[in-house]
């Protein structure tokens, strides 16, 4: 035994023995520290990872017993038009999203990160809605651009426009959803800007402002470049919430009208417990995974060629 | 200012540094600065949602009738008038006591835990040696990144084997534990400096005493991170307590929320008045302790 372990058991007044060693020994230690993480983690994570696969390789409807149907569900999918039309949606809906939300925090980080009168209320109104719920953002929209009733039909028509159908019209409704997740995200996106604008090194700037350098060119030349982890981690995460809408579609058109916002996960929630296709449920997951996947890896890679990491 | 001096104060106030003082005599009143022009917009964009909901909770029915709609009459006295009815109406029409109940015991409970197993998780991984450590964290890695929509079926059918399905206990086990927390923790305790922990050794410390007593103090930051984080998350969960809960005594207030919408399309004062029950713990917690928050996320998204 090590001469540490004999140390330790000498001042406990004991002769150092086998026991102490084991109990002293760093591997008991070690395993008892993460039980409690492995059992929850094994069962509720694990587990249903390896279960979930042999899942997407049945036909199960989660009462009577499954059937086994090897690949046919992932074959289904391919013809599936719903299902086609479900992902053009989804990818329609990232590609708004995510350069949206990116684009307007770098905007507002930059203009939240000087020292101006009413800051404080400035960066409390943005960050504010990152902490209300999925559910009740989708609920204030929904009053918001009631087609009826709503505050923001009544602006258009006061400003000569006339009254739009928002959730309730197939070709507005996607759009409506995105305004309405950018509200709920810019937040968190500009918190995560203006943590990267404030690692810029002090005296990087003031070596720009000696030098001469604009404002424009400050940025662009200081700033910017500095920004390319944060960006990359913002995109990337953005990406994959956005791959995994559903919350918001439940609460307000589910679905509707006429499947116009019936993205992936909610086609995936339908399939499960709606129609009772447990096995083609998890199928639909299992490409959905994927999906994100295959995105993260390429943006990493775009990422690597683009992003200089500060040594 | 002279025109140079004032780019240059220009330059370091966009990275939030201050110029050097003027010197005496230059006195020239400072124009309003024009970046008020965009960040007032956009700031009163952002809250007018908040502020439109408060108002819809204190109008009456007929008046959300109207269009155009405008705001209610008789303010403040009627518009007080109107909250007290419509806030006890949402109180009695749906239990939304019991759903703050429950998500409150959840959330408290998968905070607790989270912040107890995830740093001895974390500390283990970081620090001590055992056989399949690497393997370990890389499994726990690899959790991370499954949607929860690839295992949300298996784990209900999990939960129903347990016979925990339509309990609390559904909503608290799976997320007792997050491969999320144990990774940020890992990496904090990688920063820390090993003499500290090998000076309390010497003295005779258990491992578990060297993780209260000696670097405790010194995890607040992360500890904070992981514990907002996941209070944030836990609260404002919805599809897996969808999915999970049936009966309505169990719900929590997001999914409480979401039913109180389908029985409530039309009566949109009421509707309002719960939504506004459900949001403002985390919006008073939100205003209290807002660089927390901030905090919390830009250090996750750092370390991310």
């Not at chain 1, 023995?17 to 002293?24: N, P, T």
């Not at chain 1, 997740?181 to 203006?194: E, K, P």
């Not at chain 1, 943006?299 to 200089?308: A, K, P, S």
Request: net charge positive.
């Amino acid at each position: 035994m090590s001469a540490r372990d004999a140390a330790v058991a000498t001042q406990r007044g004991r002769r150092a023995g086998r026991w102490d060693r084991v109990l002293a020994s760093e591997s008991t230690t070690g395993w008892l520290f993460v039980s409690p993480a492995v059992i929850v983690i094994g069962l509720f994570g694990v587990a249903p990872i390896i279960w979930s696969v042999v899942l997407s390789f049945q036909s199960n409807d989660l009462v009577t017993p499954a059937t086994w149907i090897g690949l046919a569900n992932y074959k289904a999918l391919l013809h599936d038009p719903m299902f086609a039309a479900s992902v053009r949606r989804t990818i329609l809906y990232t590609v708004l999203f995510v350069p949206v939300v990116t684009v307007g925090a770098l905007g507002l980080a930059v203009a939240l990160n000087r020292r101006l009168r009413g800051m404080r209320f400035y960066r409390t109104a943005v960050f504010a809605p990152v902490v209300t719920s999925t559910v009740a953002t989708a609920i204030m929209f929904n009053w918001l651009l009631d087609p009826d009733f709503g505050i923001v039909n009544a602006l258009l028509v006061k400003l000569g426009f006339s009254a739009q159908g928002f959730f309730q019209s197939p070709s507005q409704a996607l759009y409506c959803i995105v305004v309405m997740t950018v509200w709920g995200w810019l937040g968190f996106a500009v918190i995560i800007f203006l943590a990267a604008l404030q690692g810029v090194p002090q005296e990087l700037m003031e070596a720009a402002a000696i030098d001469g350098a604009t404002r424009w060119r400050a940025f662009r030349r200081v700033q910017l470049p500095m920004l390319g982890p944060a960006t990359l981690f913002l995109v990337i995460w953005l990406s994959i919430n956005a791959l995994q809408l559903f919350d918001e579609i439940y609460v307000t058109t589910r679905g509707g009208p006429l499947s116009a916002t019936t993205v992936v996960v909610y086609y995936l929630y339908q399939q499960a417990f709606q129609v009772f296709q447990a096995g083609y449920a998890t199928a639909i997951a299992y490409v959905l995974f994927l999906g994100i996947l295959l995105l993260t890896v390429v943006q990493l890679l775009i990422g690597r060629r683009f992003v200089h990491y500060r040594s | 200012m002279s025109f140079v001096a004032a780019e240059r104060a220009d330059v370091l106030d966009g990275a939030g540094l201050t110029a050097l003082p003027e010197p005496a005599g230059h006195h020239r009143r400072r124009r309003p600065s024009g970046w008020h022009l965009l960040l007032l917009p956009v700031a009163l964009l952002m809250i007018f949602p908040f502020v439109w909901l408060v108002i819809t909770s204190a109008s009456t029915l007929a008046e959300t009738r109207v269009f155009p709609p405008a705001l209610p009459v008789g303010f403040p006295v009627t518009w007080i008038e109107n909250m007290v009815h419509n806030y006890s109406a949402a109180w009695t029409q749906a239990p939304f006591g019991r759903w703050a109940l429950n998500t409150t015991i959840v959330t408290t409970v998968v905070v607790i835990g989270n912040l107890v197993f995830c740093s001895l998780a974390g500390y283990a991984l970081a620090r001590l040696r055992f056989f399949g450590r690497t393997a370990l964290f890389l499994v726990i890695l690899a959790t991370l990144m499954v949607p929860f929509q690839v295992v949300m079926i298996p784990v209900l059918l999990i939960c129903k084997q347990l016979g925990i399905v339509d309990t609390l206990t559904a909503l608290i086990a799976p997320n007792l534990v997050t491969p999320f927390g144990i990774f940020l923790l890992r990496q904090f305790f990688k920063t820390l400096p090993v003499e500290i922990e090998e000076a309390a050794r010497i003295d005779g410390a258990t491992r578990l005493g060297t993780l209260v007593k000696v670097l405790l103090p010194s995890m607040a930051a992360p500890l904070a991170t992981v514990g907002i984080m996941t209070m944030l998350w836990s609260w404002n969960d919805f599809l897996w307590p969808l999915i999970a809960i049936t009966s309505q005594n169990h719900m929590t207030l997001q999914l409480g929320l979401s039913s109180f919408v389908g029985s409530h399309t039309t009566n949109w004062p009421v509707l309002m008045a719960g939504t506004v029950m459900t949001q403002v713990p985390m919006l008073l917690i939100f205003l209290v302790a807002q660089r927390w928050f901030v905090q919390s996320f830009a250090s996750s998204g750092v370390k991310g």
